[in-house]
């Protein structure tokens, strides 16, 4: 079956500092996986994809690279900001269908 | 181009009343997907459409739920003698025939 496994959180940070959010997926095929985020008291906006293997996908800081090898999609940012505080998911999606969406990952940045 | 937009964006019901949350998707986008989101959890799947089609519908939570996309466009989810379990975040998106979804801002519903 298809199921995405995150990091607990919460995460609290300083800011600059560096981001790691793990995200591992089973899946049958060859799904799409994603990084969603969202902001307080706003909907899910798409953070960045990847559609196949050793795809590496990038956006306003963040990276994360499709590892089929280890079945991972861990989102990385160099340096944090205060505005990066906010809810980070990880989903995966069999092309043209549903999404997988983990539980969450909330990130707060201090000063 | 305003997005997926979603109403109400909360609702507060008594225990046993029917309620009714409309989607308006992106326009063009052929396909439409309802999920359930509950505190500290991602979102849940529950149906999708393409176009008129509703394609997936064994993932509604109960009898209860049902939806409908009449003419293609927007769609309706309603929620029949609700319950407090039913309390979450309601969410739409739709897609183009690819693979990125694009998400509304979500019902809240509080069932009393």
């Known amino acids: 079956g298809n199921s995405v496994t995150q990091m607990e959180g919460p995460v609290t940070l300083s800011e600059e500092a560096f981001l790691t959010i793990n995200c591992t997926y089973t899946a049958t095929g060859y799904p799409s996986l994603f990084w969603y985020v969202q902001y307080p008291g706003e909907g899910l906006q798409l953070l960045l994809k990847?559609?196949?293997?050793?795809d590496k996908g990038s956006n306003k800081g963040f990276e994360a690279t499709y590892r089929k090898e280890t079945t991972s999609f861990h989102l990385e940012k160099g340096s944090v900001q205060v505005s990066d505080s906010a809810v980070y998911f990880c989903?995966?999606?069999?092309?043209?269908?549903?999404?997988?969406f983990g539980t969450g990952t909330s990130l707060t940045v201090i000063p | 181009d305003t997005g997926v937009s979603q109403d109400p964006r909360h609702k507060i019901t008594k225990r046993g009343q029917n309620v009714t949350f409309r989607c308006d998707p992106i326009s063009e986008h052929n396909r439409l997907y309802w999920y359930r989101q509950t505190l500290g959890q991602g979102p849940e799947f529950l149906t999708y459409f393409q176009n008129e089609a509703q394609l997936e519908k064994s993932r509604l939570l109960s009898d209860r739920f049902s939806a409908e996309r009449p003419k293609g466009s927007f769609s309706t989810l309603e929620i029949q003698r609700t319950e407090q379990g039913d309390s979450a975040m309601y969410l739409c998106?739709?897609?183009?025939?690819?693979?990125?979804?694009?998400f509304g801002p979500g019902t809240r519903l509080t069932v009393l």
């Open positions: 998106a739709s897609s183009p025939l690819g693979d990125e979804q694009f």
């Open positions: 989903a995966l999606s069999p092309p043209g269908n549903q999404f997988y």
């Open positions: 990847a559609t196949k293997a050793d």
